[in-house]
């Protein structure tokens, strides 16, 4: 942690109104350090101007699933905030549509930005790309990380279950039987999904590469 503190007191030094000096006062602000893999998410917070806060975290993940960056955790802290506080429900889909509207900046990193005046940085990205409603290559990574969650869920279902399917108590059997059932039902879905993506995308390659075509 001593190089991540370091990190931070070279950010302090940067002049007022930079994203480096925003990002070093809002973690003194919350009393929080850097974390190692961690930096590009204080990037966002203090890029996009959303607080350090449960609702504000949510509607984070819902800006960056909108720009693209589609992973589980952020699928996860979503759908947790979305089953939750479903009073902003509203609120997710605009920040969503605003991610979905914006310049992409998932691969933004602190050593690259830093020195960035920050007002200029959220103008050059905030709704830069009014026209960007690319929801097919969203939708595509949306299924394709349901497919691995669906698949690990019922790997762990079957793993879960299976030593007291062993059991010579009735109830164990009964009561591992259906979680060991739809354990196998959701890992077989998700990899005939996973199978048909990748056909698909297996022949939108042969397709690109056809010299024919």
Request: hydrophobic fraction near 45%.
């Amino acid at each position: 942690m001593r190089l991540y503190d370091l990190q931070v007191d070279e950010l302090r030094k940067l002049e007022a109104g930079t994203l480096g000096r925003e990002v070093a006062d809002c973690l003194d602000t919350n009393k929080l350090r850097l974390v190692p893999g961690y930096e590009s998410h204080d990037l966002k917070h203090s890029l996009l101007d959303y607080k350090m806060t449960p609702v504000d975290e949510i509607r984070m993940q819902a800006f960056m699933i909108g720009n693209g960056n589609i992973s589980i955790p952020s699928i996860a802290i979503f759908t947790f905030g979305f089953i939750l506080l479903p009073y902003k429900w509203i609120q997710f889909a605009k920040d969503f549509r605003l991610g979905l509207n914006s310049k992409q900046i998932k691969e933004w990193t602190l050593g690259e930005y830093a020195d960035k005046d920050l007002i200029q940085l959220r103008k050059s990205v905030i709704l830069a790309d009014k026209t960007r409603y690319k929801l097919e290559p969203l939708l595509k990574k949306l299924a394709y990380v349901g497919s691995v969650s669906a698949m690990i869920a019922g790997i762990f279902g079957i793993v879960f279950c299976l030593p007291y399917l062993f059991s010579p108590l009735l109830e164990d059997l009964v009561g591992a039987g259906f979680p060991f059932v739809g354990g196998a039902i959701l890992f077989s879905a998700g990899l005939i999904s996973m199978t048909f993506q990748n056909k698909e995308r297996k022949g939108r390659n042969e397709t690109s590469y056809n010299p024919a075509i």
